[in-house]
């Protein structure tokens, strides 16, 4: 990517952004480097600022052929500043490169179980910026009960400006910032509306600086644990819902609005109150979404299953904090995110995972706000560092991998959970919530078998039935993220031979959102839970 000759360029075809290049049309399924080109229009020495909420899986941006940024891992969001022009005419290139090349984009690796597409997939923004602009605001709720917030934030110079909560009964509140632009204020707001996945009510707060303004919205809610209860605005919560995969049949992970929307909605019909982002941050739009109507969040950082060569890689490793960083900063006023996760089963049962392990937690801590800590764990009887995360999160999938030859493998499943919060109480975990992050098997949209066989759609009711019954029937666990939400594309090649039409199949909607039999199975066992 950077010997590109950018003089040499021509630019044959048009490309939709934001979009994945590689998902539909004449890049269908290729890997390589896309460059793509844009006329912007900014007024002689306007001072601007470029912003990517995604671009997959890395990129170089060059402007009026200079390069301005670079970025290196996809799904997270990362700004560039606008260098000054007396032309208003700028031309903007951004090469993007979607191969697999551990060395200089360790992030992204081949043998994740989805399908990594590449290009600008979520919006880009051109802020024009006045003189003095609002750089960075934080809400954080310190009293759900008495309406207490603290704001903080960043001008870009020293400069007064003005407060307002949109919602609230509170005069406006003039501000001056220090010398390096930082402010902070706490407010109490009268008469407090909590939120929760029941009432999710939402706050605007507006700040004006001279000619910039940002509207800010927040939600008051507190979230922490007390024992093995996981409490939200002091009352006990169990956790019901899915894991959820960005992605749409030919647009890949930039999933259109309104099937976010509608994802939304199949999620709250099915009586879910949680959704973990797998495994990577979502759109901020389905985030918007989850705040809006009251959807618990998990949001972690990309990270699929990483083996002992990029844990102690250095690159990676700055990769990751980059990301955890990125992460955290673009989602810190969501209210529906509650927890913070990363490294999604990986080798958390070696001792070379606690460096990274340690500086991520303390990103998470430090900067996350009123968020608990967790990762997806895959070793149930050999994890060693349970006692670093708030939330103790378990993958399994008992009765489907590794029964081929048991004659009843939903046998297998209520024994081997009994017996995995056995060993958590017998080593000193008696005391932390335990949530089944993963279960679920397979189902392929259409296929009715009387026999009930591995892949029907009876199969994976069968199983889902017997998996709620003996998690969600048992009190110490605080609750199931189901495998999976819907069906997304994963392996190409060789590996694809896993995966039946190259898909993980374990929805409980197919890629289109056509429901299979588990919906109702699903629908009636989170309704003993959540009757409401
Ligand atoms: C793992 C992994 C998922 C998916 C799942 C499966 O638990 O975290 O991404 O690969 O297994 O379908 O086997």
Redesign the pocket.
């Known amino acids: 990517m950077e010997s590109v000759p950018l003089e040499n360029l021509s630019w044959p075809t048009r490309q939709p952004v934001p979009a994945a290049f590689d998902a539909q049309g004449p890049h269908l399924g290729e890997r390589g480097t896309a460059a793509y080109r844009k006329i912007l229009r900014i007024p002689a020495d306007k001072p601007a600022l470029l912003e990517f909420e995604a671009v997959n899986f890395a990129c170089r941006i060059f402007l009026d052929g200079k390069m301005i940024g670079e970025h290196f891992c996809g799904y997270t969001p990362f700004t560039v500043r606008v260098p000054l022009a007396a032309n208003p005419e700028r031309e903007l290139v951004v090469l993007v490169e979607n191969r697999f090349d551990f060395d200089r984009i360790p992030m992204h690796e081949p043998f ?3 399908y990594q597409y590449g290009g600008i997939i979520r919006p880009v923004w051109l802020h024009l910026l006045p003189e003095t602009w609002i750089e960075e605001l934080k809400i954080d709720a310190t009293d759900y009960v008495g309406g207490r917030i603290e704001i903080r934030g960043k001008l870009s110079l020293s400069g007064l400006l003005t407060l307002n909560i949109l919602d609230a009964d509170l005069p406006p509140v003039e501000l001056e910032s220090g010398q390096d632009g930082a402010f902070s204020h706490s407010m109490t707001i009268p008469s407090p509306m909590a939120w929760s996945p029941e009432k999710p009510h939402l706050y605007h707060l507006q700040v004006t600086c001279g000619e910039d303004q940002a509207v800010a919205r927040f939600g008051i809610r507190e979230i922490k644990t007390e024992g093995q209860k996981l409490l939200l605005n002091s009352q006990p919560i169990r956790l019901l819902g899915y ?1 959820r995969h960005e992605f749409f049949p030919n647009f890949g992970p930039s999933t259109p609005y309104l099937q976010q929307v509608d994802d939304v909605r199949l999620l709250k019909d099915l009586g879910c109150n949680f959704v973990r982002g ?2 990577y941050p979502q759109d901020q739009r389905f985030l918007d979404l989850c705040d809006e109507f009251g959807l618990l969040v998990w949001e972690e950082v990309l990270g ?2 990483q083996k002992v060569y990029a844990l102690e890689n250095p690159l990676y490793r700055k990769h990751h904090r980059q990301a955890a960083r990125e992460m955290v900063n673009r989602s810190y006023n969501h209210p529906s995110v509650i927890l913070w996760g990363f490294l ?2 990986s080798i958390s049962d070696q001792e070379i995972f606690s460096p990274i392990l340690e500086e991520t937690v303390k990103i998470f801590r430090s900067l996350g706000g009123n968020r608990l800590v967790t990762f ?1 764990s ?1 070793h149930p009887l050999r994890d060693l560092y349970f006692d670093q995360i708030d939330v103790i999160s378990m ?1 399994g ?1 008992p009765g489907w ?1 590794g029964c081929e030859d048991h004659p009843d493998p939903l046998s297998l499943i209520k024994p081997q959970w009994d017996k995995f919060i056995d060993h958590l109480d017998q080593s000193g975990f008696r005391e932390k919530p335990i949530l089944v992050s ?1 279960t ?1 098997c ?1 189902g392929l949209y259409g296929f009715r078998d009387e026999m009930r066989d591995f892949h029907s759609e009876e199969y994976q009711v069968d199983y889902i039935k017997t998996a709620c019954d003996a998690i969600l029937g048992n009190e110490r666990f605080l609750g199931i993220c189901l ?2 939400f819907s069906d997304a594309r ?1 392996y190409a090649g060789g590996r694809a031979l896993r995966r039946p039409r190259g898909f ?1 199949n ?1 929805g409980t909607f197919d890629e289109y959102r056509r429901p299979k039999l588990a919906r109702s199975t699903v629908a009636s066992c989170f309704k003993k839970v959540r009757p409401g």
Do not use: V
């Open positions: 994740f179980d989805f894991n797998s495994h699929w299953q999604n089963e997806a895959a993958n999938y991998y993963e679920g397979e495998w999976h994963t993980n374990k």
